[in-house]
């Protein structure tokens, strides 16, 4: 999915929600453990419960690969699912991977390669340590993209994203603008963590025209309002991920019911918010 | 395999010798297509050839999951394979993986866990930006090992890792200083690149005890006199890996005898360094 397909579904839908599919075999409903493949079942419901209101999902490929051959199983089904919706729903694979030009090529084809032995996801997740061979990999392929870390919503952000440089800019800052001549807005995404909404204008400063990838809101504490009104452009320019919140929502049989019930909850907030930018 | 035994081997070997199975089908001797799984065919039989020269292997996480589901049978394969030499080979998962806790320690049950759903690699390779929650998980397993990005051998090494910070460090100076308070030298080593042996003086001066992976000895340019004249502590704390080098000497069917005879070569090397240094 391209830039202008990608906003167009946003207008849509009147939501930029991202439902992030971090599922987990011990926190899914005890009924779906009579399927072959409880994840994928649970992802499927998910899914079909929620599709009109969710512009993206994101799998997070650790709790795949934490289930060994059978989790790489179940990730192949969901994003072979999530392709029957394929023209109104922006695939991320959450996997923040990078290594040497030749390796992250390798990476490059399993998650946005074609089948059969790549997922053909639209994006993945990417992290900047080892700098531009590591990155340019994944914005060779046409109508994908990269998502790089910026800055992140866990307390370890502070480590070392937020360490000043001698030039006064922080490393997170550095990584932006290093970074956004690597790419473009059309194939160069950012995560930015929704705990720090105040910098987001410090961001929108730095990358005016890129989409950022907002995890964080819900479990992880983050404010819906303040990151649409930090972080929004005149393109949305905002995929607002939730996983737990949504998708944990219910317990019971009607477990997909329950997180479209958050979900639509988080959309209408959206619907509001693109309505104030006047992008809907 | 702890420590003292990973010191051990080395005694024994003569050599700090690491080959990476970086195994690229289209790579590999033609005559092995003719195998079920050519890919972990190959990696037999380098393993077999070339055990008792080298103290670890490193499967390079891309080159398999770039294969899809085949390429993730062929991994385990390979790392049961290896773990009939377990008591005298240390066995590195290089995936480069990191993200925020809960995430993190699923990253770490599908590498160091236990089978069937864990590889039980002895360490994983693991990528600093996200900061302590997103590394800790992977030194919270017993006799298990995280080594951590520092100084990588790319040309993107110097896009963030040689930044000057406010404080005069550069970054990677900055990760090594912070994180060794997250692990010990008994289960937290570190990736230092070696196309620049000199920078092992400044990495020494951080971190004295602690074991590094050297990576780009050989393709990348490494040299491996200058690594171990800067690098070696008296435990010898160095593990140098070799990958394209070693694994890809020949082409024919003689291609493990060929791959012994290079693998042959480092090691030779080695042993004069730890005889130098009054290890042996």
Chains 1, 2 share one sequence.
Not at 37 to 53: C, Y
Not at 113 to 136: C, E, Q, R, W
Not at 159 to 177: A, K, M, P
Not at 249 to 257: N, S, Y
Request: aromatic content about 10%; hydrophobic content about 40%.
């Amino acid at each position: 999915m391209n830039r202008s397909q990608l906003i167009d579904t946003i207008k849509l839908k009147r939501s930029y929600l991202c439902i992030g599919l971090d599922t987990d075999p011990e926190k899914i409903p005890t009924h779906l453990h009579k399927y072959d493949d409880p994840v994928f079942e649970f992802n499927r419901q998910i899914i079909k419960s929620t599709h009109d209101l969710a512009v993206a999902y994101k799998p997070n490929i650790a709790f795949y690969e934490g289930q060994g051959l059978k989790g790489w199983e179940s990730l192949q089904k969901t994003i072979r699912f999530l392709d029957s919706y394929k023209s109104s729903i922006f695939t991320i694979a959450d996997a923040k991977r990078g290594d040497i030009g030749n390796t992250s090529e390798r990476y490059a084809a399993a998650f946005l390669g074609l089948p059969p032995t790549g997922l053909n996801f639209d994006a993945i997740t990417v992290a900047p340590y080892m700098g531009h061979d590591s990155v340019k990999p994944f914005l060779k392929i046409e109508n994908k993209w990269a998502v790089l870390l910026a800055l992140t919503s866990n307390a370890g952000a502070d480590d070392f994203q937020n360490s000043r440089l001698e030039n006064g800019q922080t490393l997170f800052e550095n990584v932006l603008g290093t970074s956004k001549e690597w790419g473009t807005p059309e194939n160069l995404m950012y995560v930015v963590g929704a705990t720090k909404a105040e910098m987001l204008s410090a961001v929108r400063k730095i990358v005016p025209d890129s989409f950022l990838l907002v995890p964080g809101v819900g479990a992880q504490g983050g404010n819906l309002e303040e990151v649409s009104k930090y972080g929004m452009n005149s393109d949305c320019g905002l995929l607002v991920n939730s996983s737990r919140g949504i998708i944990y929502a219910g317990k019971g049989e009607d477990f997909a019911l329950k997180a479209r019930g958050q979900a639509k909850i988080l959309q209408q907030q959206m619907e509001v918010a693109l309505y104030d930018h006047r992008i809907i």
